[in-house]
């Protein structure tokens, strides 16, 4: 099931309507779609464009995986409050696929938390057109006898 998002601060600092951008005279909204994937720990952030080129992907299953990537960096960072005002991390993995992000979560932490500051987040860093690496990223290589084939 797919779900509209409509990012609602959408670059407060350029402009104070909170729906809707607005440049000279044109004006355009950021959405972001949801998607459930068999996994419920997981869930899918469909920007509405290509983020990598076909075949690439990219799996960061820590922060310090992510060190590349400011957006990886800023979902892992997402907290959610268990007691009073104690805080922890709730983002166990990022993956990036050629026009989505897939976010995992603890088993513990419920997506209506967790979900509304991802989507602030991918919408902030696509609105300011941000790269999503800092440098470029080393491609996994693997040796033909390190391949092992699973049956």
Request: proline content about 5%; glycine content about 4%.
């Amino acid at each position: 099931m797919m779900n509209n998002f409509l990012n609602k601060y959408a670059l407060n600092n350029l402009k104070r309507n909170k729906n809707t951008l607005k440049f000279s005279n044109f004006y355009f909204s950021i959405f972001i779609k949801t998607q459930a994937t068999p996994n419920p720990h997981f869930l899918k952030f469909l920007p509405g464009k290509e983020i990598l080129k076909d075949g690439e992907t990219y799996d960061f299953s820590d922060i310090k995986q992510a060190t590349i990537s400011p957006l990886a960096r800023k979902i892992f960072d997402v907290k959610f409050k268990i007691i009073f005002k104690i805080q922890i991390s709730g983002i166990t993995r990022v993956f990036y696929g050629r026009d989505y992000i897939s976010v995992g979560k603890q088993e513990l932490v419920d997506w209506s938390e967790l979900k509304p500051q991802i989507i602030e987040i991918v919408c902030d860093h696509f609105a300011k057109d941000t790269e999503l690496f800092e440098e470029t990223p080393e491609p996994e290589v693997f040796k033909k006898d390190e391949i092992k084939l699973i049956l």
